[in-house]
């Protein structure tokens, strides 16, 4: 348990580093086809669909190179 906890807590530091350091690389999210932005003048929605089902993707595959 305790290793699971260091990796995710390095995983965790290195997304932050990420996205305080090179924003850019994040730029794509929320705006792919599928993703939900309803804007009027006084109610803002977004509903990043398609956005959170390429990060669970990519996380799925992550843990599944860790786990073995």
Do not use: C, H, Q
Not at 15 to 26: D, K, M, V
Not at 28 to 54: A, C, H, Q, T, Y
């Amino acid at each position: 348990m305790a290793k699971l906890l260091i990796i995710f807590g390095i995983l965790l530091t290195a997304a932050g580093l990420i996205i305080y350091f090179a924003p850019w690389l994040l730029t794509w999210f929320g705006r792919l086809p599928g993703d939900i932005r309803i804007e009027n003048d006084r109610v803002k929605v977004f509903i990043p669909i398609v956005s959170m089902l390429i990060i669970s993707i990519i996380m799925t595959v992550i843990v599944n190179l860790f786990r073995r």
